[in-house]
């Protein structure tokens, strides 16, 4: 048995009524089921973002890197350049971020200075990643909406650089 309403069927089907969309409630299912598997496949995460506008992402990134100058002492110049970059946010709409960079005085003990960034940025609950490259410990730090922030030290400097997240333009 078949009952019309309006532009969904009813429909007994097995021993239970339910609904039997036409037209384009099915266009449109199909349409954001393929756009979320092109999106997986492309590698793309789709991710809400911190709502902030690109200056005032710009103005968190320069927070964080602030913080980080207090964690870590020393001197600090400041060389953060306030020209907004392009970029992509995911599934191809444009956005922009903010570049940022701090170069510092040598640090008292240089793995000492990686493990309380490693410490500071991982309280804050970015994801960080150690490398080692040369006589330079690379520390890289991501938070859940993009920013990037990266810390390089040797025996003789520091620095801090970093990207903001990616916001609409």
């Not at 097995?14 to 037209?23: E, H, I, N, Y």
């Not at 400041?78 to 170069?103: K, Q, S």
């Not at 991501?142 to 990266?150: M, N, Q």
Request: with cysteine; aromatic share 4%.
């Amino acid at each position: 048995m078949t009952r019309s309403r309006g532009d969904v069927r009813l429909a007994q089907i097995g021993g239970t009524k339910g609904p039997v969309l036409r037209g384009s409630a099915v266009t449109i299912g199909v349409g954001a089921a393929a756009g979320l598997v092109l999106a997986a496949l492309s590698g793309c995460v789709v991710v809400p973002g911190s709502g902030l506008t690109a200056e005032e992402a710009r103005t968190e990134l320069y927070d964080s890197l602030d913080r980080t100058e207090t964690v870590l002492g020393g001197l600090w110049d400041n060389r953060d350049d306030p020209t907004a970059r392009g970029c992509l946010i995911p599934l191809w709409v444009e956005g922009e971020h903010y570049p940022g960079l701090r170069l510092g005085s040598a640090p008292d003990d240089r793995q000492a200075a990686a493990n309380s960034v490693r410490d500071t940025w991982t309280e804050w609950g970015y994801r960080v990643t150690q490398t080692l490259v040369g006589e330079v410990i690379e520390l890289q730090g991501r938070s859940s909406v993009g920013e990037l922030l990266v810390f390089r030290v040797t025996e003789e400097a520091m620095t801090l650089q970093g990207e903001s997240e990616c916001r609409p333009e």
